[in-house]
Structure formats: C-alpha cells, structure tokens
C-alpha cells in the first residue's frame, strides 16, 4: 500500500531539502556604489562563474550547484536576447527576468520531485544608484527586491550583519569592496579569513558605460581595487583599461546571446557541483 504524504509535509521537505544544500554553498555579495553595482564572491575557478552577463545594463548572480545555475543563466540569456529582438532593447528589464526567473523557478519547486539547489540574483544598474535594481529569486520562486546590498547563499546571518553596519550610500568602488570582503570574511566566531585576489571572483556593473556595462574586474584592475579596500577605501580607484573594446575583457567581449552549442534550458534538476 503507498504511502500517504500531504502537500504541506511534501512542500516543506522539498524546501528543507533546498535550505540546507545552499546554506553549504559560499556566500556571495552584491552591492551598489558610486561606481555601480559590485559582485563579489569567494571563487578560485576561473572557468566556473558565479556572476555573469545577461543583458546590456543585466547582471547575473547565483549560488548553489553549478550545473543548475548555469542552465539558469543560460536560458536567461535567450529569454533576454529574444525580447530585445522582438520588441525593443529597452523592454528587458531586470524586473521582467526575476518574474520570468520566479515562475520558472516556481513551477520546478511545484512539479519536480527534487527542486534546483539554487539562489539566483538579477541586478541593473541605474543612471544614478537611486535607479539601481536588485532582485533575489529563492529555490521556490519567491522573488524579492532588495535595496543597496544582499547576500546569497552560504550564512547569510553573520555576513548581512556586517553590511547593515558598515555599509553607507555613495561608498566608493574601493570602499564598497572593503565591506563586501568584510563581510565575507567574517567566520561568526570573532576570526576573519583573509581572501586575496586570487580566492575571488569580481564584477561590476559599470555605471560610467553606456551600452554593455558587465566587466570582470582581474589581475592589475582587481589588484587596484583592493590596494583601495585594504587602505580603507579613501581614494576612488583608478581601474586599468583591459585589451578590447571599451576595456571589455574576453568575457565581456561575447555577444549578449551567445551561449555555446550545448546550450539548453532547464527541463529540471539535474546533478552536479555545488559551487
């Protein structure tokens, strides 16, 4: 004889289930600035990215397992492309992608037997950062709009903590990226881990360009940002220009649809690294 489970008891294990596995990811920082809006993540990949592009002025977040994310990402990026071209570039909004995120995501949450292990976050950045935009999509497709700063995955507690209090409007790059890594050194037992360039993944919404404004921020550029952070963020970060367009890096450089061949999006969870 089968057993009986109810909604309810279902809902909650799936979600208890999705909790716990993004809560072992490491956290995440997004963060508005004078300079735009920072992305910052403890990452030693260079081939695996947590923050990616997914429209001109569009910025993708995430964390959890990668293989989920990433097909999120990927479906995105064509959702993104194909309303431009169908109506106008100025239709894709950062709005209009954390809806379609929260009902995809809601609908796998509802249907599937296991949900995505994933937190996602869409940002834009604004002519000014009163016109920034931050959005969190969760697990089960509850989308919310977040102002000035969050922080995904992982423990979110100790490192939401330290942004409410150090954070202040009109922070520097440099000022932003101390309490970004602040943040994500802070272990919740009164020991700091201490992360370098290499241990970091780092982007940032340009407000300052005018079409396509996602960059990586490494090596020299990245460097100089945090030679800013560790003096305590005092004086604006002069970023050197990278090879390419506009400074644009080879990951800027991809137009905003391409994807890949292998390119698919999600029809449900799939296995994979935690990331």
Known sequence: MPFYVSPEQAMKDKADFARKAITRARSGVVIDCDAGILLVSPNSSRALHKFSELYDRIAFAAAGRYNEF?????AGVRYADLTGYQYDRQDVTARGLANWYAQLLGTIFTESVKPLEVEIVVAEVGETAELDQI??????????????????????EQAA???????????????????????????????????????????????????????????????????????????????????????????DASPPGSTGPDANPPAGPADGKSD
Do not use: C, W
């Not at 990433?70 to 990927?74: C, N, P, Y």
């Open 161 to 251: 903590a330290v942004l409410k209090e150090r954070y202040s409007e009109g922070m520097t790059l440099g000022g932003a990226m101390e309490v970004a890594i602040a943040a994500l050194a802070d272990q919740g037992n009164g020991e700091r881990a201490e992360l370098t360039g290499a241990q970091l993944e780092v982007a940032l919404l340009d407000r300052s360009r005018s079409h396509r404004t996602f960059r990586r921020l490494t090596g020299a550029r990245l460097e100089t940002v945090l030679a800013e952070a560790r003096s305590g963020g005092k004086a604006a970060a002069a970023i050197p220009p990278a090879a390419g367009p506009e400074g644009a890096s080879p990951d």
């Open 135 to 156: 959005y969190r999509i969760t697990f089960d497709g509850t989308v919310s709009d977040e102002h000035h700063f969050l922080v995904m995955g992982g423990q979110t």
């Open 70 to 74: 990433e097909r999120l990402r990927q």
